[in-house]
């Protein structure tokens, strides 16, 4: 399993996010496992602070590309500004 991030993390603040989260690939496979079981619509996190700033994590299944996505917001909250990093995760 892996992200394909729809731009190349390129800012010292996105490579330093994306790294930590694609460290985190096994727990991301468990989230997407639990969320398919109960059928959830979305599930997003936020972790203790990251380099001194809250990051928002975000899981989603999107359905007209038949795909799950990964959203990841700078600060605690989801979809009141655009996310900071975006992909897809692929199998």
Known sequence: MKINWDKEP???EE???AA???DKIIILGNLLD???QENLL???WTPNPLNGNY???ELKYHRHR???LIN????????????ILYGDIQF
């Open 72 to 83: 990841i917001w700078k600060g605690v909250r989801t979809g009141d500004a655009l996310p």
């Open 66 to 68: 038949e795909k799950y």
């Open 42 to 44: 979305t599930i997003s």
């Open 34 to 36: 639990l969320y398919a």
């Open 20 to 22: 930590y989260i694609e």
């Open 15 to 17: 490579i330093i996010v």
């Open 10 to 12: 390129q800012k010292r």
């Open 55 to 57: 990051y928002t994590y």
